[in-house]
C-alpha cells in the first residue's frame, strides 16, 4: 500500500464513527446532485469512494430495483459506518482502490464521487481507471456540498489557482482521462463537474 493510500485511510478510519454526525445537513445537496446526473432506471452506478454511503439511497432511487448500485472505498472503517447506517441495503459496498476498481470494462453507465478528486495520488491515471469502467457516452459527477472557496475557508487555508478542481485545471484533466466536461457549478452550497465518456 502506499504512502498516499496509507495517509487517507488513517485520516478517514480516524473521523469515520462521526462522519455522519459532523455533515448532519448535506442529504438534499447530494440528492440534488444525483438528480442532475441522468440516471435512468436500470441504470449501473458506481460511488467512487462513497465513505459512508450518504449518496446510496439518491443513487438506489435514481437507477430504481432494477439498476445496480455499487459502493467502493477504501477505508474499512467508513464502510462499516455504512454498514451500521443501513446503507447496504441500498448497493453493495466494497473495499477497493478506485485506482484499481474491479469491475470489468465498460460495465457501468456512471460513476458518482463526492470528495474524491482531492484525495487521489494521481488525478490523471485514476480519472482514466473511471472511464474505463464506464461505457462510451456514460457520465460522471465529480461533488462537494460546498463551493471550492467555502471549503478552503472551513479548512483555514487559501484557494489557489492550482487546485484540481478549478474549471481551468479539472477541464484538461478530465479530457486527458477520456471525459468531456459538459457541466461546471463552483457555487458556495455546492461544487458539481458533469462529464461524459468519449467514445
Known sequence: MSEDHR???????????????????????????????????????????????????????????????????LTPQMLAAAQRAGRAAEGALVLADV????????????????????????????????????????????????GRAALAARQGRELTPQDLRAEHNLGPLLAAAGWDLTSYADEDHRFLALAARRS
Open 7 to 73: 495517509h487517507v485511510q488513517e485520516f478517514f478510519g480516524a473521523r469515520a464513527a462521526d462522519w455522519d454526525r459532523k455533515f448532519p445537513e448535506d442529504g438534499p445537496a447530494f440528492a440534488t446532485a444525483v438528480a442532475q446526473c441522468g440516471l435512468r432506471p436500470g441504470d449501473r452506478v458506481l460511488d467512487a469512494g462513497c465513505g459512508t454511503g450518504r449518496a446510496l439511497g439518491a443513487l438506489r432511487a435514481a437507477v430504481g430495483p432494477a439498476g445496480t448500485v455499487l459502493g467502493v472505498d
Open 99 to 146: 485506482a484499481r476498481l474491479p469491475v470489468r470494462d465498460e460495465a457501468l453507465d456512471a460513476v458518482f464521487a463526492s470528495g474524491l478528486i482531492a484525495h487521489l495520488p494521481d488525478p490523471a491515471a485514476n480519472l482514466r481507471e473511471l472511464s474505463r469502467v464506464v461505457r462510451p457516452g456514460g457520465r460522471l459527477a465529480l461533488f462537494h456540498p460546498i
